[in-house]
T-cell receptor, first 117, second 117 residues
Framework: AQKVTQAQTEISVVEKEDVTLDCVYE???????LFWYKQPPSGELVFLIR??????QNEISGRYSWNFQKSTSSFNFTITASQVVDSAVYFC??????????????FGQGTTLQVKP | DGGITQSPKYLFRKEGQNVTLSCEQN?????MYWYRQDPGQGLRLIYY???????QKGDIAEGYSVSREKKESFPLTVTSAQKNPTAFYLC????????????????FGEGSWLTVV
């Protein structure tokens, strides 16, 4: 069975703190895709990153970084020097179709991040 | 502007009524999706369509129906058979055959809130 677990329901930090959002996944596919999305209070999902199962390189984009470890089936997301604008719900997702062709996703339950000034 | 447009943003339904949520995209994407989000939970796939005049059930299709008569449009009807329709509904689209194009990035609309009164 495929599953995505985001064990942290809510996280609260003070501005400028670093914060890591955890994501653990389960899949039997050898080829799969992982995603992170941000959902601000307005509701839309904003795409942050896509990673395929063959690429275990960590990625950094500005204050955001992602740590993908197949050995532990984890795809964690770190925000460095958090800002109030980072406050949102963050979702980790796994492609249901291992080839990634259909774009069907399985989502974790989301982590609500609150960054206080 | 290119993107996905959902309407209405807020909709109220009486018990026993069918309602239709609109989703239009001008991204020239072949594939479109409908997801449902309940409070404090992740998104679950209702229906998806990879090409015009074809669609497939997702994980929670019961009580819903869709059509895909045009590439840019994928309306979702919430029927009276859906016993608990109050939720946030998100439409999404993506390029078909995404694995060939370095993975499938799914873009989301701003969502529609449906409440049963």
């Amino acid at each position: 069975a495929q599953k995505v677990t985001q064990a942290q329901t809510e996280i609260s930090v003070v501005e400028k703190e670093d914060v890591t959002l955890d994501c653990v996944y389960e899949t039997r596919d050898t080829t799969y895709y992982l995603f992170w999305y941000k959902q601000p209070p307005s509701g839309e999902l904003v795409f942050l990153i896509r990673r395929n199962s063959f690429d275990e390189q960590n990625e950094i984009s500005g204050r955001y970084s992602w740590n993908f470890q197949k050995s532990t089936s984890s795809f964690n997301f770190t925000i460095t020097a958090s800002q109030v604008v980072d406050s949102a719900v963050y979702f980790c997702a796994l492609s249901q179709d291992g080839s990634g062709n259909t774009g069907k996703l399985i989502f974790g339950q989301g982590t609500t991040l609150q960054v206080k000034p | 502007d290119g993107g996905i447009t959902q309407s209405p943003k807020y909709l109220f339904r009486k018990e026993g009524q069918n309602v239709t949520l609109s989703c239009e995209q001008n991204l020239n994407h072949d594939a479109m999706y409908w997801y449902r989000q309940d409070p404090g939970q992740g998104l679950r796939l209702i229906y998806y369509s990879q090409i015009v005049n074809d669609f497939q059930k997702g994980d929670i299709a019961e009580g819903y129906s869709v059509s895909r008569e045009k590439k840019e449009s994928f309306p979702l009807t919430v029927t009276s058979a859906q016993k608990n329709p109050t939720a946030f509904y998100l439409c999404a689209s993506s390029i078909r055959g995404g694995a060939i194009l370095s993975g499938n990035t799914i873009y989301f609309g701003e969502g529609s809130w449906l409440t049963v009164v």
